[in-house]
C-alpha cells in the first residue's frame, strides 16, 4: 500500500497568503451641512486629515451657511437604516462618530443597527444647537437619545449648551464641570467629555469622566478666532479616529484636542462667508494653502 500524496493531503509547500492591506475605517451618522464647516462636510475632512477612511450615513440635509440654518430635511429612516447597511455589511466600521439626530425615529434607527451590527468605538455627539444659536433637534428627541444611545456609546460629547439641555440647568464655571460630568455619566454613559469651551475666560477647560471615578482634565489657552463653526463635529470625528486607530480613549481624546486646537489656529484669521467661518481642517505647516482676495 502506498501513501497518498494527493494535492489534497499533501502539505502545502505555498506561502501563506499576505496581510491584507486596509484603511481604519470610520462611519459618521451626521446630518449634512451645505457650509462645508460642520457635519459631515466636516466629520469626512478631519478623517481624511488624520488617515481614516471616513463612510457617511446621512440624517438630514440643513439649508446652512455660516449665518446659520434656515431649513432642515430629514432623510426617510429606511434610506438611513439602508445606509448603514450596505456600509457596514461591506465594508465595515472601526469606529463609529454620531451627530445630528433630528427625530426620536432615527435616533431608534441607529440605536438598533449599532445593536444589530455590534458596532464599536461609538463617539456620541449630541449636536442639539448650532453655533449660530439654531436649534437642530425635537425637543421630545433628548430623552430618546439618552435612553437608547448613552449605553452604546463609548463616549458622548456635548458642549455646555448642550449638556445643560440635557441634564436641565446650567453650568456655571469651571468647577462645576465635575458635577456636571457625574450626572452625564448618571443618565447612562461609560465616559462623558464635558467641553468648556463656551465658558468666558482665558482657558478652555474640558473634562474626561468614567464612571469609575477616574477624570482627566484638559485644558489650553484660548485662540482668538471669530472662526468656530464645526469644532464639536471635529472634536468628536478626531476622537473616533484615533480610536480607529488602536488608541485607548485617553489618548484618542488628547490627540483629537491636540488637532483640533491646530486647526483653530490654521485658521484663526481666514475670512469664509460672514459669519461663523469654519476651521482649516487640512492644516498642515509645510502644504497650508491660505488665497488672499
Do not use: W
Request: proline content about 4%.
Amino acid at each position: 500500500m502506498t501513501a497518498d500524496h494527493s494535492p489534497s493531503t499533501a502539505a502545502s509547500t505555498e506561502p501563506a497568503p499576505a496581510a491584507r492591506k486596509r484603511y481604519a475605517r470610520v462611519l459618521i451618522i451626521a446630518g449634512s451641512d451645505s457650509g462645508g464647516g460642520a457635519g459631515i462636510q466636516a466629520d469626512l475632512k478631519t478623517c481624511s486629515a488624520l488617515g481614516c477612511y471616513g463612510m457617511t450615513a446621512i440624517t438630514a440635509i440643513t439649508v446652512q451657511n455660516t449665518l446659520g440654518v434656515s431649513g432642515i430635511h430629514g432623510i426617510p429612516v429606511d434610506i438611513l437604516r439602508g445606509q448603514i447597511d450596505a456600509v457596514v455589511e461591506d465594508i465595515g466600521a472601526d469606529a463609529v462618530k454620531i451627530g445630528m439626530l433630528a427625530t426620536p425615529e432615527v435616533v431608534q434607527v441607529v440605536a438598533d443597527a449599532i445593536r444589530r451590527h455590534q458596532l464599536r468605538n461609538v463617539v456620541l455627539d449630541p449636536v442639539m444647537v448650532a453655533t449660530s444659536g439654531d436649534r437642530l433637534i425635537a425637543p421630545e428627541t433628548a430623552s430618546v437619545l439618552v435612553r437608547e444611545l448613552f449605553p452604546l456609546a463609548t463616549v458622548v460629547t456635548p458642549n455646555l449648551d448642550e449638556a445643560a439641555l440635557l441634564l436641565g440647568h446650567s453650568i456655571d464655571g469651571i468647577d462645576a464641570l465635575d458635577g456636571a460630568v457625574q450626572e452625564l455619566l448618571a443618565l447612562g454613559a461609560p465616559a462623558a467629555l464635558l467641553k468648556g469651551g463656551h465658558l468666558s475666560g482665558d482657558l478652555v477647560v474640558d473634562l474626561l469622566g468614567h464612571g469609575n471615578g477616574q477624570r482627566l482634565r484638559l485644558q489650553s489657552q484660548r485662540i482668538a478666532t471669530h472662526n468656530g463653526h464645526g469644532t464639536g463635529c471635529t472634536l468628536s470625528s478626531a476622537i473616533a479616529s484615533h480610536l480607529a486607530l488602536g488608541l485607548p480613549l485617553e489618548a484618542a481624546v488628547a490627540q483629537a484636542r491636540e488637532y483640533i486646537l491646530g486647526a483653530i489656529a490654521a485658521g484663526a484669521d481666514v475670512f469664509t462667508g460672514a459669519g461663523h467661518g469654519p476651521l482649516n481642517h487640512g492644516y498642515a505647516p509645510r502644504t497650508q494653502v491660505v488665497v488672499n482676495g
